[in-house]
Structures are given as structure tokens and as C-alpha cells.
């Protein structure tokens, strides 16, 4: 199936420990991004790659670093967990700048920290 | 910055009404606006993507309508089914590629 798939599903894990969460595309996009939906439901965005490159990163504390090993996935790892950080986080991908065909959602991944 | 709000934040209406759903959006240049169905615990799904230089989209029993010089889109679902109860979220594309996202209609379609 082409989709954007993402693991976990779901991640429960203790204060300060260091985890991952793995985003893969096969929908032949150059452009992937992450997100995150509150516990009130309100979804923001994290980072944006194209190519493998940087394109937006907004107000996410440093705790947070996305990797792009290839166009096909982008990683998020995330240091030191905090409660705060406890969220559903969805990867996404574009073709371009999702102006011609909009964006395809992953099923999202619910991190619960302890 | 753009903000996208969405009305009503809940709606219940019996099974076979049409209903409106309500985007609006405080930055008109978008490239583009996008509505997305979130079942519980579930991904975003999409319905509907207008074009900044299209009126509206159709898809089934779905229509959604974009006013850029307003600020304004509206989702019409024909003939509501219990099987349309989910969150509706509307999204913004603006520059950088940045999806603004609405705060959603939260709908229960009752039998």
C-alpha cells in the first residue's frame, strides 16, 4: 500500500529517557514534516524537510532533532523526555510544497511520558 | 502569522440532515486549503483540497467551498450518515509550505 507509515504506533516511556520515532513514505514525495497534536486536539507544526534539507523548524525546544537519511524518511528523536512532551505526534509528506495535491497523514504515534 | 478557526467547535444532528461546517483564516495567501476527517485515536484523512484560484470541490456527498478574499471555506455534507461522525479539520497551505491548521468541528451524526 502507499501510504506514509510511522513507528511506534505507540510509545510509553519514563521522564529524562531518550526514544525515536521512525517515519517512512513510499509516495515518491520530496517533502516530509512533522507534527504535533496536543491533548486538546490542536495540531502544529514541528519541522519540515525537502530532500533532505531543513525547511522549517519552528519553536521546538532542542530536545527535539528530526533526521532525514534519505527523502523517503524523516526521524524524530527526542532527548531527555519531559511530561510536557506526552502528544501525538504525525508524520506527513508533500509533493513540493503540497500546493498542487496537498499532504498525506501517517496514523500518528501517541507518546505517553511517565 | 495565520490563524485558522473553525465553527461550530461540536455539532449533533440526526441522521440525513446536510449540514455546514465553517473554516475561516486570517491570512488570504494561501496556496491552497484542505479538509481532513480524524476519527478517535485515529490519522488525519483527506477529503477535499481547493486551490487558491478554485470556488470549490466536490467528492461525493462532500462539497467544500473557499472565499479567499473573506477568509472564509465551508464544508457541506449532503445526507449525513452515523458513519460521518468524526473530528473535521480544515488546514491552510502558506508559504514554506507551513499547513495552518483549524481547531475542528467535532461531529456525532445520530441514528
Known amino acids: 500500500d502507499t501510504a506514509v507509515s510511522q513507528t511506534p504506533k505507540y510509545l510509553v516511556t519514563q521522564m529524562g529517557n531518550d526514544k525515536s520515532i521512525k517515519c517512512e513514505q513510499n509516495l515518491g514525495h520530496d517533502t516530509m514534516y512533522w507534527y504535533k497534536q496536543d491533548s486538546k486536539k490542536f495540531l502544529k507544526i514541528m519541522f519540515s524537510?525537502?530532500?533532505?534539507?531543513?525547511?522549517i523548524n519552528e519553536t521546538v525546544p532542542n530536545r527535539f532533532s528530526p533526521k532525514s537519511p534519505d527523502k523517503a524518511h524523516l526521524n524524530l528523536h527526542i532527548n531527555s523526555l519531559e511530561l510536557g512532551d506526552s502528544a501525538v505526534y504525525f508524520c506527513?509528506?508533500?509533493?513540493?510544497?503540497?500546493?498542487?495535491?496537498?499532504?498525506?497523514f501517517g496514523s500518528g504515534t501517541r507518546l505517553t511520558v511517565v | 502569522k495565520q490563524e485558522v478557526t473553525q465553527i461550530p467547535a461540536a455539532l449533533s444532528v440526526p441522521e440525513g440532515e446536510n449540514l455546514v461546517l465553517n473554516c475561516s483564516f486570517t491570512?488570504?495567501?494561501?496556496?491552497?486549503l484542505q479538509w481532513f476527517r480524524q476519527d478517535p485515536g485515529k490519522g488525519l484523512t483527506s477529503l477535499l483540497l481547493i486551490q487558491s484560484s478554485q470556488r470549490e470541490q466536490t467528492s461525493g456527498r462532500l462539497n467544500a467551498s473557499l472565499d479567499k478574499s473573506s477568509g472564509r471555506s465551508t464544508l457541506y455534507i449532503a445526507a449525513s450518515q452515523p458513519g460521518d461522525s468524526a473530528t473535521y479539520l480544515c488546514a491552510a497551505t502558506g508559504t514554506a509550505s507551513k499547513l495552518t491548521f483549524g481547531t475542528g468541528t467535532r461531529l456525532q451524526v445520530t441514528l
Open positions: 524537510y525537502n530532500n533532505k534539507e531543513l525547511i
Open positions: 506527513a509528506s508533500s509533493q513540493g510544497r503540497g500546493v498542487n495535491y496537498g499532504y498525506t
Open positions: 491570512d488570504s495567501a494561501i496556496y491552497n
